[in-house]
Protein backbone atom coordinates (compact mmCIF):
# COMPACT_ATOMS: atom_id res chain seq x y z
CA UNK A 1 0.00 0.00 0.00
CA UNK A 2 1.43 3.34 -0.59
CA UNK A 3 0.33 7.25 0.77
CA UNK A 4 1.28 8.58 -2.49
CA UNK A 5 0.17 8.69 -5.84
CA UNK A 6 1.04 10.74 -8.96
CA UNK A 7 -2.46 11.26 -11.14
CA UNK A 8 -2.58 12.66 -14.24
CA UNK A 9 -5.82 14.12 -16.00
CA UNK A 10 -5.48 14.48 -20.16
CA UNK A 11 -7.41 17.42 -21.88
CA UNK A 12 -8.50 16.71 -25.48
CA UNK A 13 -10.93 18.00 -28.21
CA UNK A 14 -11.96 15.00 -29.58
CA UNK A 15 -13.34 14.82 -33.25
CA UNK A 16 -15.18 11.83 -35.67
CA UNK A 17 -11.69 10.24 -36.53
CA UNK A 18 -10.83 7.41 -33.95
CA UNK A 19 -7.27 6.92 -35.54
CA UNK A 20 -6.60 10.39 -35.10
CA UNK A 21 -7.78 10.98 -31.69
CA UNK A 22 -6.29 7.85 -30.24
CA UNK A 23 -2.97 8.54 -31.18
CA UNK A 24 -3.48 12.19 -29.71
CA UNK A 25 -4.81 10.53 -27.00
CA UNK A 26 -1.53 8.26 -26.71
CA UNK A 27 0.66 11.23 -27.08
CA UNK A 28 -1.08 12.71 -24.38
CA UNK A 29 -0.41 9.20 -21.62
CA UNK A 30 3.29 9.65 -22.53
CA UNK A 31 3.07 13.08 -21.54
CA UNK A 32 1.39 12.60 -18.23
CA UNK A 33 3.24 9.77 -17.61
CA UNK A 34 6.81 11.50 -18.38
CA UNK A 35 5.59 13.74 -15.23
CA UNK A 36 5.60 11.00 -13.34
CA UNK A 37 1.59 9.56 -13.39
CA UNK A 38 1.04 6.24 -12.69
CA UNK A 39 -2.62 6.81 -13.31
CA UNK A 40 -3.82 8.62 -16.68
CA UNK A 41 -7.36 9.87 -16.95
CA UNK A 42 -9.34 10.10 -20.25
CA UNK A 43 -12.09 12.42 -20.71
CA UNK A 44 -15.13 11.16 -22.10
CA UNK A 45 -15.33 9.98 -25.74
CA UNK A 46 -11.93 10.32 -26.09
CA UNK A 47 -11.74 8.13 -28.66
CA UNK A 48 -14.78 9.29 -30.90
CA UNK A 49 -17.11 12.69 -30.81
CA UNK A 50 -19.66 12.48 -33.67
CA UNK A 51 -22.93 10.60 -34.99
CA UNK A 52 -24.58 7.99 -32.78
CA UNK A 53 -24.23 5.86 -35.88
CA UNK A 54 -20.72 6.31 -36.14
CA UNK A 55 -20.59 5.50 -31.87
CA UNK A 56 -22.31 2.27 -32.93
CA UNK A 57 -20.22 1.25 -35.84
CA UNK A 58 -16.77 1.94 -33.42
CA UNK A 59 -18.27 0.35 -30.17
CA UNK A 60 -15.90 -2.53 -29.12
CA UNK A 61 -16.38 -5.68 -26.94
CA UNK A 62 -14.16 -5.66 -23.81
CA UNK A 63 -14.48 -9.04 -22.50
CA UNK A 64 -12.72 -11.80 -24.28
CA UNK A 65 -9.43 -12.05 -26.27
CA UNK A 66 -10.37 -9.60 -29.07
CA UNK A 67 -9.46 -6.40 -29.33
CA UNK A 68 -10.69 -3.73 -31.30
CA UNK A 69 -8.11 -0.31 -32.36
CA UNK A 70 -9.35 1.78 -29.01
CA UNK A 71 -8.56 -1.00 -26.63
CA UNK A 72 -5.24 -1.97 -28.54
CA UNK A 73 -4.18 1.40 -28.52
CA UNK A 74 -4.82 1.86 -24.48
CA UNK A 75 -3.12 -1.47 -23.64
CA UNK A 76 -0.26 -0.89 -25.53
CA UNK A 77 0.24 2.65 -24.01
CA UNK A 78 -0.24 1.10 -20.64
CA UNK A 79 2.04 -1.59 -21.22
CA UNK A 80 4.74 0.68 -22.80
CA UNK A 81 5.05 3.12 -20.31
CA UNK A 82 4.11 1.06 -16.84
CA UNK A 83 0.67 3.51 -15.85
CA UNK A 84 -2.94 2.34 -15.24
CA UNK A 85 -4.94 3.91 -17.85
CA UNK A 86 -8.38 5.09 -17.39
CA UNK A 87 -10.49 4.82 -20.28
CA UNK A 88 -12.97 8.35 -19.34
CA UNK A 89 -15.68 7.27 -21.51
CA UNK A 90 -15.78 4.75 -24.30
CA UNK A 91 -18.58 2.57 -26.59
CA UNK A 92 -19.16 -1.27 -25.25
CA UNK A 93 -21.32 -3.18 -26.91
CA UNK A 94 -24.01 -4.44 -24.93
CA UNK A 95 -27.21 -6.68 -25.48
CA UNK A 96 -28.77 -3.75 -27.37
CA UNK A 97 -26.94 -3.32 -30.82
CA UNK A 98 -28.21 0.38 -31.33
CA UNK A 99 -27.55 1.21 -27.79
CA UNK A 100 -24.03 0.15 -26.56
CA UNK A 101 -22.71 1.65 -22.89
CA UNK A 102 -20.47 4.12 -22.37
CA UNK A 103 -17.85 2.87 -20.07
CA UNK A 104 -15.03 3.52 -18.01
CA UNK A 105 -12.35 0.89 -18.29
CA UNK A 106 -9.69 0.64 -16.36
CA UNK A 107 -6.81 -0.52 -17.87
CA UNK A 108 -3.39 -1.89 -15.90
CA UNK A 109 0.21 -1.75 -16.73
CA UNK A 110 -0.05 -5.38 -18.32
CA UNK A 111 -2.82 -4.32 -21.04
CA UNK A 112 -5.34 -6.14 -19.10
CA UNK A 113 -9.10 -4.40 -18.45
CA UNK A 114 -8.95 -4.60 -14.54
CA UNK A 115 -12.59 -2.75 -14.06
CA UNK A 116 -15.28 -1.15 -15.84
CA UNK A 117 -18.16 0.82 -14.84
CA UNK A 118 -21.16 1.68 -17.22
CA UNK A 119 -22.41 5.06 -16.84
CA UNK A 120 -25.74 5.06 -14.97
CA UNK A 121 -27.32 9.04 -15.51
CA UNK A 122 -27.52 9.13 -19.03
CA UNK A 123 -27.85 13.02 -20.09
CA UNK A 124 -31.44 13.56 -21.58
CA UNK A 125 -31.45 17.55 -21.66
CA UNK A 126 -31.71 20.81 -23.40
CA UNK A 127 -29.66 22.92 -21.79
CA UNK A 128 -29.90 26.46 -23.84
CA UNK A 129 -27.38 26.01 -26.22
CA UNK A 130 -28.87 25.22 -29.22
CA UNK A 131 -28.14 21.29 -28.83
CA UNK A 132 -30.82 18.73 -28.20
CA UNK A 133 -29.34 15.95 -25.71
CA UNK A 134 -30.90 12.25 -25.79
CA UNK A 135 -27.94 10.11 -24.57
CA UNK A 136 -30.41 7.52 -23.77
CA UNK A 137 -32.06 7.23 -26.99
CA UNK A 138 -27.97 5.60 -28.28
CA UNK A 139 -26.83 4.46 -24.77
CA UNK A 140 -27.77 1.33 -21.85
CA UNK A 141 -27.70 2.91 -18.73
CA UNK A 142 -25.48 0.76 -16.54
CA UNK A 143 -26.65 0.37 -13.19
CA UNK A 144 -23.78 -0.38 -10.54
CA UNK A 145 -21.08 1.65 -8.74
CA UNK A 146 -17.94 0.19 -8.89
CA UNK A 147 -14.95 1.39 -7.00
CA UNK A 148 -11.55 -0.34 -8.02
CA UNK A 149 -8.30 -0.69 -6.07
CA UNK A 150 -5.15 0.90 -8.45
CA UNK A 151 -1.74 0.68 -6.51
CA UNK A 152 -3.37 0.63 -3.12
CA UNK A 153 -5.53 3.37 -3.07
CA UNK A 154 -9.20 2.86 -4.36
CA UNK A 155 -10.60 4.51 -6.81
CA UNK A 156 -14.55 5.23 -7.62
CA UNK A 157 -15.89 5.43 -11.30
CA UNK A 158 -18.22 7.71 -12.66
CA UNK A 159 -18.76 9.71 -16.07
CA UNK A 160 -19.90 13.17 -17.04
CA UNK A 161 -23.90 13.44 -15.82
CA UNK A 162 -23.26 11.27 -13.19
CA UNK A 163 -21.71 14.30 -11.17
CA UNK A 164 -25.15 15.82 -10.63
CA UNK A 165 -25.80 12.80 -8.62
CA UNK A 166 -24.62 13.16 -5.13
CA UNK A 167 -25.85 9.69 -4.18
CA UNK A 168 -23.43 7.87 -6.56
CA UNK A 169 -20.64 9.54 -4.59
CA UNK A 170 -21.75 9.12 -1.16
CA UNK A 171 -22.06 4.89 -2.25
CA UNK A 172 -18.68 5.40 -3.41
CA UNK A 173 -17.26 6.77 0.24
CA UNK A 174 -19.24 4.22 1.50
CA UNK A 175 -17.19 1.84 -0.64
CA UNK A 176 -13.78 3.16 0.42
CA UNK A 177 -12.88 5.46 -2.22
CA UNK A 178 -9.90 7.10 -1.87
CA UNK A 179 -10.48 9.30 -4.92
CA UNK A 180 -13.14 9.59 -7.64
CA UNK A 181 -12.58 10.09 -11.00
CA UNK A 182 -15.07 12.31 -13.40
CA UNK A 183 -14.40 11.90 -17.45
CA UNK A 184 -16.19 14.21 -19.08
CA UNK A 185 -17.47 15.76 -21.58
CA UNK A 186 -19.47 18.83 -19.77
CA UNK A 187 -21.01 21.35 -22.12
CA UNK A 188 -19.74 24.93 -22.26
CA UNK A 189 -23.18 26.28 -21.45
CA UNK A 190 -23.47 24.20 -18.07
CA UNK A 191 -19.16 24.23 -17.24
CA UNK A 192 -18.84 27.35 -17.19
CA UNK A 193 -21.07 27.66 -14.10
CA UNK A 194 -21.46 24.06 -12.04
CA UNK A 195 -18.29 22.68 -13.63
CA UNK A 196 -15.50 23.52 -10.43
CA UNK A 197 -18.77 24.05 -8.36
CA UNK A 198 -19.85 20.40 -8.48
CA UNK A 199 -16.87 18.70 -8.70
CA UNK A 200 -15.52 20.93 -5.38
CA UNK A 201 -18.69 19.34 -3.52
CA UNK A 202 -18.16 16.05 -4.26
CA UNK A 203 -14.63 16.58 -3.00
CA UNK A 204 -15.46 18.13 0.39
CA UNK A 205 -18.79 16.23 0.73
CA UNK A 206 -16.88 12.87 0.22
CA UNK A 207 -13.32 13.79 1.82
CA UNK A 208 -11.62 12.36 -1.00
CA UNK A 209 -9.72 13.54 -4.03
CA UNK A 210 -11.59 13.98 -7.61
CA UNK A 211 -9.86 13.94 -10.98
CA UNK A 212 -11.61 15.56 -13.88
CA UNK A 213 -10.63 14.87 -17.72
CA UNK A 214 -12.37 16.72 -19.83
CA UNK A 215 -13.13 17.42 -23.27
CA UNK A 216 -12.92 21.06 -24.45
CA UNK A 217 -13.83 23.66 -27.54
CA UNK A 218 -15.39 22.57 -30.46
CA UNK A 219 -16.61 19.42 -31.97
CA UNK A 220 -18.34 18.25 -34.82
CA UNK A 221 -22.27 19.48 -35.47
CA UNK A 222 -21.22 22.35 -33.22
CA UNK A 223 -20.72 20.62 -29.73
CA UNK A 224 -18.77 22.74 -27.62
CA UNK A 225 -17.37 21.91 -24.57
CA UNK A 226 -15.85 23.57 -21.57
CA UNK A 227 -12.87 21.79 -20.84
CA UNK A 228 -10.75 23.02 -17.14
CA UNK A 229 -9.91 19.56 -16.83
CA UNK A 230 -8.47 19.57 -12.87
CA UNK A 231 -7.80 17.82 -9.69
CA UNK A 232 -9.37 18.42 -6.52
CA UNK A 233 -8.21 17.61 -2.96
CA UNK A 234 -10.58 16.62 0.00
CA UNK A 235 -10.60 19.97 0.91
CA UNK A 236 -12.14 20.95 -1.95
CA UNK A 237 -8.74 22.98 -3.38
CA UNK A 238 -7.77 22.69 -6.84
CA UNK A 239 -4.30 21.40 -6.78
CA UNK A 240 -3.87 20.85 -10.40
CA UNK A 241 -5.49 21.95 -13.53
CA UNK A 242 -5.87 22.44 -17.59
CA UNK A 243 -5.91 25.86 -19.19
CA UNK A 244 -7.57 25.96 -22.48
CA UNK A 245 -6.06 23.67 -25.28
CA UNK A 246 -5.02 19.99 -25.27
CA UNK A 247 -2.81 19.02 -22.27
CA UNK A 248 -2.22 17.19 -19.55
CA UNK A 249 -1.97 17.88 -15.60
CA UNK A 250 -0.69 15.85 -12.87
CA UNK A 251 -0.65 16.16 -9.29
CA UNK A 252 0.02 13.60 -5.92
CA UNK A 253 -2.86 12.25 -4.25
CA UNK A 254 -1.75 11.37 -0.55
CA UNK A 255 -3.51 9.22 1.63
CA UNK A 256 -2.39 11.29 4.84
CA UNK A 257 -4.05 14.30 3.78
CA UNK A 258 -7.49 12.33 3.37
CA UNK A 259 -7.10 10.71 6.62
CA UNK A 260 -6.00 14.61 8.74
CA UNK A 261 -8.93 15.71 6.62
CA UNK A 262 -11.15 13.10 7.97
CA UNK A 263 -10.19 12.75 11.39
CA UNK A 264 -10.08 16.34 12.15
CA UNK A 265 -13.94 16.90 10.85
CA UNK A 266 -15.32 13.33 11.02
CA UNK A 267 -18.58 14.44 8.88
CA UNK A 268 -18.55 10.49 7.63
CA UNK A 269 -18.83 9.32 10.80
CA UNK A 270 -21.53 11.56 12.11
CA UNK A 271 -24.12 10.89 9.05
CA UNK A 272 -27.52 9.98 10.78
CA UNK A 273 -29.98 9.60 7.63
Known amino acids: ?119 VHLFDVEVGDGQRYR ?37 LADLGADLMVVPAAFTLATGKDHWHVLLRARAIESQAYVVAAAQWGTHPHGRRTYGKSLIADPWGDVIAQCSDGDGVAVATVDRRHIERIRASLPSLRHRRL
Open 1 to 119: MTDELRVGVVQMSSQDDVATNLAHAVDLIDRAAAEGAKVVLLPENFAYMGTDEGKRSVAEQLDGDARGPILKSLADAAQRVGVHVIAGGMPERSGDAERPHNTCAVVGPGGAVVARYRK
Open 135 to 171: ESSSTAAGSEAVAVSILGMKVGLSICYDLRFPELYRK
